[in-house]
């Protein structure tokens, strides 16, 4: 086994939650702070500073919080841990709204920073709208809150990074108007998944794959993000949102860089977001034409996923009765230059799917059969790196190989690496890196604005030529299925198919 650094230990800082009472916060963030504090990587002179646009006590806040962590914790809580860490939290009132607010809250986090001795670095995690982002930015300008004058300063935003090409650009505008590039932390929890993390080293630590890594080897990739869930209490956000832009300039196309860059240079933070920036900037722009004959969108109607029954998404709380939102979003892509020149790239997500799956599946061409004469092409499986990341994470290689006896037979076979098996991996959110990354300072993990820019320029042509057919080209899919049958002929047309979820 190859030893890691040493695990460096965050400076002295306050964790500053805008959000606080949200649900982003009780699931994800709370927690996996607490999984930081098992972990002994919290650094030792450390606060919370929960922020809620009303005020409310400090005691109030750590027991609604110390409820939220023993409901959504993905390990047994142990209650001299989860108190030691709500301690040190403390409550304080801010709306943007209201611009005194921020100077008493500055006035309060000078206090309690000086009794806490965190030498004034703040992390400030916006667990808000995105429609927070930017006047909880130029309030925390405006007070001098976002000033390094000898202590760092940094800004975490969740995703969505806008909502189109337009207002991605000004959103990155505003925020970098106010702090530089370095001290923004545009956060998607995928990143923070061990098996994402390791397709840098799959690829660049292995001798074995990069020479194959090409347009040479590979006959195409599938990235697949299927959930069973519906829309569920979130009718009012998916609806005007839909799943193209929850799910691919975000996730997607962050599992479409990673395998698809250009080797870095060195392993830091510039470097790699470099490269990524760069392959989703080489994606091919396609035309509205273009855009819809290369993609597929569908809306799920009432059906059983195990024994929940899945309610029509029309019908579902706060979706408009005549909504075209797609919920099911599938389409091919290709990267404009030499390493994947004609390697077409299938990317599909859906909600209310019979299977909750996301994969990277990377298939190679096909070996000559010549030799093996009687021997049909059907019968030979498909050659495919399948890199999973939920719900198990793993890799798994599908090959052909000889059944033992006197004649040449041949059946596919899969060799299968899990985490879980190999690394006994305790249980973590996928924020835990994340948040700990923000305090140490590496955004090696984290979207630049370039990169953003370069997703949202990709699926801008999906989003107008959607917007523009309506109804028309929307196919309905029974929630518990595949998804619509249309998505299947989006590969069948070129000869190919969506490897078979299980």
Request: glycine letters at 8%.
């Amino acid at each position: 086994m190859t030893e890691a650094p040493t695990t460096k230990t965050p400076d002295p800082c306050s964790f500053i939650i805008f959000g606080v009472t949200g649900d982003l916060a009780h699931r994800l963030v709370l927690p996996a702070l607490y999984n930081l504090a098992v972990s002994n990587l919290l650094p030792e002179k450390f606060c919370v500073v929960g922020v809620a646009r009303k005020s409310m006590p400090s005691d109030e806040l750590r027991e609604d919080m110390l409820k939220g962590l023993k409901k959504f914790a993905n390990r047994p809580v142990d209650d001299e841990i989860a108190r030691g860490l709500l301690s040190c939290l403390t409550s304080i009132a801010a709306d943007p709204e209201d611009p005194s607010s921020f100077d008493r809250m500055r006035e309060e986090l000078d206090k309690l920073e000086q009794r806490r001795e965190t030498t004034g670095n703040r992390l400030f995690y916006l667990a808000t709208p995105p429609n927070a982002f930017a006047p909880i930015a130029n309030e925390l300008s405006r007070t001098g809150m976002l000033e390094e004058n000898g202590a760092w300063r940094r800004l975490v935003v969740e995703k969505p990074f806008g909502t189109d090409l337009e207002s991605a650009k000004q959103l990155n505008k505003q925020l970098l108007d106010l702090v530089e590039e370095r001290q923004i932390y545009r956060i998607d929890h995928y990143l923070g998944k061990e098996t994402v993390q390791n397709i840098l080293v799959l690829r660049f630590a292995n001798g074995m794959f990069e020479p194959i890594w090409n347009r040479n080897h590979i006959d195409h990739v599938q990235i697949t993000v299927d959930e069973k869930l519906g829309v569920g209490h979130r009718g009012s956000f998916y609806d005007a949102t839909g799943a193209l832009r929850d799910m691919v300039p975000n996730h997607l196309f962050q599992l479409l860089s990673l395998v698809a860059m250009e080797p870095p240079v060195k392993f830091d933070a510039h470097s790699v977001r470099s490269e990524k920036a760069d392959v989703l900037g080489a994606i091919q722009i396609q035309s509205e034409a273009e855009a819809l004959n290369n993609s597929v969108r569908g809306q799920y109607t009432g059906g059983t996923i195990g024994d929940t029954e899945i309610e029509d998404y029309l019908t579902s709380k706060d979706v408009k009765s005549d909504s075209t939102t797609e919920t099911y979003a599938a389409m091919k892509l290709t990267i404009d230059n030499w390493r994947w020149a004609g390697v077409p790239f299938y990317l599909r997500t859906g909600k209310a799917l019979g299977t909750k799956r996301t994969e990277v599946a990377i298939k190679f061409k096909q070996a000559p059969f010549a030799m093996f004469r009687g021997t049909s092409v059907d019968e030979l499986v498909q050659n495919y790196l399948v890199i999973s990341i939920e719900p198990t994470e793993g890799i798994a290689l599908h090959f052909n190989t000889k059944i033992p006896g006197p004649s040449i037979r041949i059946d596919g076979v899969e060799m299968t690496f899990r985490y879980k098996d190999y690394f006994k991996a305790t249980p973590a959110t996928g924020y835990e890196t994340l948040i700990y990354d923000c305090m140490i300072g590496d955004n090696i993990l984290f979207q630049r604005a370039d990169g953003v820019e370069a997703g949202w320029r990709a699926v801008q042509p999906f989003l107008d030529a959607w917007q523009k057919a309506g109804a028309d080209g929307l196919r309905p899919y029974t929630a518990g299925s595949e998804g619509p049958e249309e998505a299947d002929e989006l590969m069948t047309r070129e000869g190919r198919s969506w490897r078979k979820l299980c």
